[in-house]
Every structure is written in structure tokens, then in C-alpha cells.
């Protein structure tokens, strides 16, 4: 299995990103998805949920509203797109891929992530 993240990058504030993640080897249909995010220092948070069929879809208190997470089951890919985005929401996230509908710690997959610095 492997989940394969993407669309980080370097950005201001009030900017937006989409963050991307490629799933391969699984049967992406029968998982739920979850984006986390890891800043320096802290420990890896929750981001944001999504399952089976796209929904119910869940945030976390710090982004809802800013963030909404999305899935491409034909494509095998998981999005989240970032707006109006912040210096606190720098980070390392990383795309999970589990059977449970989850917000914590502990999904199945994990990609490598990929890094959203925002400037202020």
C-alpha cells in the first residue's frame, strides 16, 4: 500500500493550496480517508475525515470552515483544499487511509507527507 501526498509548498497568509494523495494498493472505495498535520515541535494533530462515499465528512475545530476535504474514487485520491490559510497552519501533513471512520491517531496507512510552510 502506498499513499503518495502532494501540493505542499510555500505560501502567505490568506493563501490557499490544495494538498493531494494518491492511494496504490488498497481498494480506496472500502477506506476512509483522514489528513493530519504535524508542526515542529508538536505532536501529529487531526485535520480533517472523509468516508467511503464522501461523506459524513469531520474537521477539526481549527480549520473548519477554512479546509474541505474531498475524494476522487475513480482516481484513487484524496484532496484537501486549504483556504485563507495561516501561520499556525504550518506543518507536515500527512494523508491516512483507514477502515473505520476516524479521527484519531491510529489509521492503517500512512504517507511520507508533505510540508505547508505559511508565511506571515
Known amino acids: 500500500v502506498q499513499l503518495q501526498a502532494s501540493g505542499g509548498g510555500l505560501v502567505q497568509t490568506g493563501d490557499s493550496l490544495r494538498l493531494s494523495c494518491a492511494a496504490s494498493?488498497?481498494?480506496?472505495?472500502?477506506?476512509?480517508m483522514g489528513w493530519f498535520r504535524q508542526a515542529p515541535g508538536k505532536e501529529r494533530e487531526f485535520v480533517a475525515r472523509?468516508?467511503?462515499?464522501?461523506?459524513?465528512?469531520s474537521y477539526a475545530h481549527s480549520v473548519k470552515g477554512r479546509f474541505t476535504v474531498s475524494r476522487d474514487d475513480a482516481k484513487k485520491t484524496v484532496y484537501l483544499q486549504m483556504n485563507s490559510l495561516r501561520p499556525e497552519d504550518t506543518a507536515v501533513y500527512y494523508c491516512?487511509?483507514?477502515?473505520?471512520?476516524?479521527?484519531?491517531?491510529?489509521?492503517?496507512?500512512w504517507g511520507q507527507g508533505t510540508l505547508v510552510t505559511v508565511s506571515s
Open positions: 491516512a487511509a483507514d477502515r473505520r471512520f476516524s479521527s484519531t491517531n491510529d489509521y492503517e496507512y
Open positions: 494498493g488498497l481498494s480506496f472505495s472500502n477506506y476512509a
Open positions: 472523509i468516508g467511503w462515499s464522501g461523506d459524513p465528512r
